[in-house]
């Protein structure tokens, strides 16, 4: 009998947990709208895996968002991010590696490339929507 109350308090716990995780997610994603180095639809998807643990109601909000809920599905049925996307991360990844050689002394200057082409590789060989 003591168990099951430590089990639900857990529980309970386990949902605050992701519900606040998914509220970061959320609000780091609409950061990323405005700010063109932290992407926007990944922290989306996460913010949604989180709300799928915590709230039904918030889960069922975010995939039939207008804007972010087809990235999210396609995401979660095929692993496919759209050609669009692609693009965009990759010309992000651009922007990070100017501002890396701009701003960074040699040799950490070389970590926004190497980062860059390794991210920029697995999204490129991830299916398309």
Do not use: Y
């Amino acid at each position: 009998m003591r168990g099951t109350g430590f089990t639900l308090v857990r529980s309970a716990m386990a949902r605050v947990f992701f519900l606040l995780s998914g509220f970061l997610a959320l609000g780091l994603g609409i950061a990323g709208i405005a700010l063109p180095l932290l992407p926007t639809v990944p922290f989306m998807i996460l913010a949604a895996f989180c709300f799928a643990k915590s709230s039904a109601r918030l889960e069922q909000w975010i995939l039939n968002h207008p804007h972010f809920g087809p990235s999210i599905k396609e995401w979660r049925d095929h692993g496919a991010i759209s050609r669009k996307g692609k693009w965009a991360a990759t010309t992000a990844f651009l922007f990070s590696i100017g501002i890396g050689f701009w701003m960074l002394a040699w040799p950490s200057n070389l970590i926004p490339p190497a980062v860059a082409c390794i991210c920029g590789a697995w999204i490129w060989t991830r299916p398309e929507s």
